[in-house]
C-alpha cells in the first residue's frame, strides 16, 4: 500500500526566510503533485513532477523530485505572508489515477 | 474553458439519511475522481469514473456510490450516513485515465455535516 509522508507537519516562519518542505512515498510512482490550499478552501495546483530529477520553479517556490529516493521537497524562498496555506504532496499510483496524499503542511509565515 | 463546479456548497444531513452531491467536470476532462477529505487531514480517495464506469476505488463501504454520466458530470452519492462521514468532499476531473500529465483540477467542494 502507497504511503505518503509529509514533514514537518506544522511550520511557522518569519518572513523573508527560506524553508523546506519534505514528502516521502513507500512505492514506485510516475507522478508527483504538489497543492495548496486556504483554509475552507479547495486545492490549487501547484506543480506536477514526472520524472527523475524533475525541478520547477513558480515564483518563491520550487518543487523537486528524486524517484530513486522517492523524495520530494517544496523549497520556499524568501517567504511573504500570502504563502501561508497548508500544502500537500499526492503520489499517482503507478498505472492508475488514484492519487495519495500526505498529511499537509500546514505553513504559517509571521511578518 | 470552465473549470469543476460542485455542488452543493454545504450541506447539513441527519444520521441515518442519503444524500446526493454533484460535479460537473472541466470542458474536455472525460475522468472524474471524487476524494473525502475530514478536517484537518488530507483527501482520501473515493473511487474514480472513466466513460461513465467505475475505475478504481478506495477504502471506502459500498454505501458509498457513484455515477458518471454522458456529459462528463457525476454524482456520488451516500446511504445511511454515519457522523463520521462529515467532510469536505472534492470532485477531480481529468483529461484521461493514466496520463494526469496536466494533474487534475479541484472543484471548490460540498461541506457536508451529518448531525
Known amino acids: 500500500e502507497l504511503k505518503v509522508e509529509q514533514n514537518p507537519l506544522f511550520l511557522s516562519m518569519q518572513e523573508g526566510k527560506n524553508y523546506t518542505i519534505y514528502c516521502n512515498y513507500s512505492?514506485?510512482?510516475?507522478?508527483l503533485y504538489w497543492y495548496r490550499q486556504d483554509p475552507g478552501k479547495s486545492l490549487e495546483s501547484l506543480f506536477v513532477l514526472l520524472s527523475n530529477g524533475a525541478v520547477k520553479q513558480e515564483g518563491r517556490l520550487m518543487a523537486s523530485l528524486d524517484t530513486k529516493a522517492r523524495l520530494s521537497t517544496l523549497h520556499i524562498t524568501a517567504a511573504v505572508h500570502d504563502l501561508s496555506a497548508t500544502y500537500f504532496c499526492a503520489v499517482a499510483h503507478f498505472g492508475n489515477e488514484k492519487l495519495t496524499f500526505g498529511t499537509g503542511t500546514r505553513l504559517t509565515i509571521i511578518p | 474553458e470552465t473549470g469543476v463546479t460542485q455542488s452543493p456548497t454545504h450541506l447539513i444531513k441527519t444520521r441515518g439519511q442519503q444524500v446526493t452531491l454533484r460535479c460537473s467536470s472541466q470542458s474536455g476532462h472525460n475522468t472524474v475522481s471524487w476524494y473525502q477529505q475530514a478536517l484537518g487531514q488530507g483527501p482520501q480517495f473515493i473511487f474514480q469514473y472513466y466513460r461513465e464506469e467505475e475505475n478504481g476505488r478506495g477504502n471506502f463501504p459500498p454505501r458509498f456510490s457513484g455515477l458518471q454520466f454522458p456529459n462528463y458530470s457525476s454524482e456520488l452519492n451516500v446511504n445511511a450516513l454515519e457522523l463520521d462521514d462529515s467532510a469536505l468532499y472534492l470532485c477531480a476531473s481529468s483529461r484521461l485515465p493514466g496520463t494526469g500529465t496536466g494533474g487534475y483540477t479541484f472543484g471548490s467542494g460540498t461541506r457536508l455535516t451529518v448531525v
Open positions: 512505492t514506485t510512482s510516475d507522478r
